[in-house]
């Protein structure tokens, strides 16, 4: 069940329960309703956080005993022994450690609905920040486990998908509110297996059924912009008398915005010789790869996706699932991080995304990247990916106040995230959630308990409606009164 039908279930559950007689609930400390909507926490005029180790993810890298100052929603300085202004929040980071807000740039999370449009091997025109829904309680689970930004994608059914959005976990808030304001427009590529489907889904009969033809497909896609753009050039040159305007075409004008060099591509990809492939069209083309998505055999040609400029936005160590990744291997991040990638590691998943810290801690395992190095591959170099990094990814003056405090070092599997902020405004407080937790039980028990009632009051009127084929009961006070009726 999705999360927009969860809700509205909740939502009806509720009233009935509320319409069957609110007095009769036991007192609650809170409102009902917050049980699934909260409001935007407030936004201290400032905050500093004392005595922490901090990992910037910057140019001041691993600070200990430092202190972190916010006002306003922004940076203001990482350093020692800040002076903070009067009435600032202040936070006891003794034996705590600090982190950027952890950046998935691959999501799914907060899709209502379908996450492909597949009927079409390119459908440009679809855009996830329309099909964005904020009650999704992933959005909020994954808060509590650091994640403050997401890219998210568009599925992988098409050569050329839907248009992706890059969000910040702002739980509580509206859906255009969940946007991440000027972070560049994306769109998600795919190539393989997914796109051309002979192999999963021999039914369809949607062109390309070979690797050959997914390729075939950007170019024309490419060459059809190209052809579409010089029909508006000649028509806004006004050399036709009376000439009619070509008809506008929404799926063109987006894939012609990656030749303009003002829409991202993220393209999934596996195998080597597709993403050298890919390199080839935008060479052609004249656009950048922003990342390979995935980029299960980027080892194989680190020094290419360099050479190009692409970041690899990958699993960590995910193998063996299917045929096409059958040569992935956990080391891929750390040899093209060698070879001077851009590397992030990516959930893909509601559920890893919660725990994106470890995924970064891999790195250390399989290849042995140094830990602040390790950290940036969900922080600093996702931002770098999104091109995002003059808001966020590193801690630095400036920058937006998102933040996490661990219990332990981000990369040890016993921390536990503490509390998460964005924008200088506490989203996610572990201590807060534990102690409402038996406040929402009762809550629950107290609803289910209502409708419990009344489903039995139901059951029980309906035990006493007369069986269908029972003669009627004459009135007593009418003797007779069936055969009187008739007479008359």
């Given amino acids: 069940m999705n999360a927009l039908r ?212 950007l170019r024309a896609k490419f060459q059809a912009v190209r052809d579409y753009q ?39 990809s596996y195998r080597a010789d597709e993403i050298l492939m890919l390199i080839r069209v935008a060479d052609e083309f004249g656009f950048k790869i922003a990342t390979f998505q995935h980029a299960l055999e980027s080892y194989k040609v680190a020094d290419e996706v360099a050479r190009h400029g692409a970041g690899a936005s990958m699993f960590s160590d995910w193998w063996a699932y299917k045929y096409e990744v059958i040569d992935a291997i956990p080391w891929a991040g750390a040899i093209d991080w060698q070879k001077g990638v851009s590397v992030s590691f990516n959930s893909d998943s509601d559920e890893l995304a919660r725990r994106l810290n470890l995924e970064a801690a891999k790195a250390v395992r399989y290849g042995g990247v140094p830990e602040v190095e390790a950290l940036k591959f969900v922080t600093a170099n996702p931002a770098h990916q999104l091109g995002i990094a003059d808001r966020v990814g590193t801690l630095e003056a400036g920058k937006d106040a998102d933040f996490v405090l661990w219990s332990g070092s981000p990369l040890d599997s016993t921390s536990v995230c503490l509390e998460t902020w964005i924008d200088g405004r506490k989203y996610f407080d572990r201590q807060a959630d534990l102690a409402a937790r038996a406040g929402l039980a009762a809550e629950r028990a107290a609803l289910l308990s209502k409708i419990r009632a009344e489903a039995e009051k139901e059951k029980e009127k309906a035990s006493k409606k007369p069986e269908a084929g029972d003669a009627p009961k004459s009135d007593p006070a009418k003797p007779d009164g069936l055969a009187a009726e008739v007479s008359r």
Wanted: with cysteine; net charge positive; charged share 20%.
């Fill in 6 to 217: 969860c809700r509205r279930k909740a939502r009806r559950s509720l009233a009935v329960a509320l319409l069957l007689g609110a007095a009769t609930l036991p007192a609650l400390a809170f409102d009902p309703v917050s049980a699934w909507r909260s409001g935007v926490p407030e936004q201290p005029a400032a905050v500093v956080v004392r005595h922490a180790t901090i990992w910037t993810s910057g140019a001041q890298g691993k600070l200990e005993g430092a202190d972190l100052l916010v006002r306003k929603g922004k940076i203001v300085a990482v350093g020692k022994d800040l002076a903070a202004p009067a009435g600032a929040l202040v936070i006891d980071g003794s034996s705590l450690h600090l982190t950027p807000g952890l950046i998935d740039a691959h999501s799914h999370t907060a899709v209502s609905g379908q996450v492909n449009e597949g009927t079409h091997i390119s459908t440009a025109e679809v855009r996830i920040a329309d099909v964005l829904d904020p009650d999704d309680v992933n959005l909020y689970r994954e808060l509590a486990g650091g994640l403050t930004v997401a890219n998210v994608l568009h599925g992988s059914a098409n050569a050329i998908g839907g248009q992706n959005a890059v969000i910040k976990l702002r739980w509580g808030a509206t859906a255009r509110e969940l946007l991440l304001e000027g972070a560049p427009p994306g769109i998600k590529f795919a190539l393989g297996e997914n796109p051309k489907q002979s192999n999963w889904n021999p039914s369809s009969l949607r062109f390309p059924r070979t690797r050959l033809g997914v390729q075939e497909v």
């Fill in 230 to 268: 010089r029909s508006w050039d000649e028509f806004r040159a006004g050399k036709k008398k009376n000439a009619v305007p070509p008809r506008r075409d929404l799926e063109l004008e987006a894939i012609g915005e990656i030749l303009a060099g003002k829409r991202l591509v993220h393209s999934h």
